[in-house]
């Protein structure tokens, strides 16, 4: 875990471990061309946590949906096959995500 910076190491802690992309060994089944979208988009996402001082949890997931979404699918915020199967880790597990990222004090992602 020594790689992992300080925000994905507290995802990995709260999301990670209920993933359903995590497998038994505790080894995260996504790879290669298509990586998690978290991990992707991770300096975007918690910028957006950073600066969304917002108690309701839904103003976080309209964030993502305008910012990540907007850049990670033609569909973007409108449209995407997977949000509709509920296949995207960001959309699944947002409200996990965004209380992991506050309870890590304010640290610049490396
Ligand atoms: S898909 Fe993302 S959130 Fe899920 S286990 Fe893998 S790295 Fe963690
Ligand atoms: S909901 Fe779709 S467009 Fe948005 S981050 Fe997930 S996979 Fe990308």
Do not use: W
């Amino acid at each position: 875990m020594a790689e992992l910076n300080p925000y994905f190491e507290a995802i990995h802690n709260r999301v990670c471990v209920i993933c359903m992309e995590m497998n038994e060994e505790g080894e995260c089944t996504v790879h290669g061309g298509d990586p998690c979208i978290v991990r992707k988009y991770l300096p975007r996402i918690v910028d957006i946590v950073n600066r969304t001082r917002s108690a309701i949890l839904e103003d976080y997931l309209v964030q993502f949906r305008d910012v990540v979404c907007a850049s990670c699918s033609p569909g973007g915020e409108n449209e995407c096959v997977f949000r509709d199967e509920s296949a995207c880790v960001l959309d699944r597990y947002y409200a996990l995500i965004v209380e992991a990222i506050q309870d890590v004090p304010f640290r610049k992602v490396s």
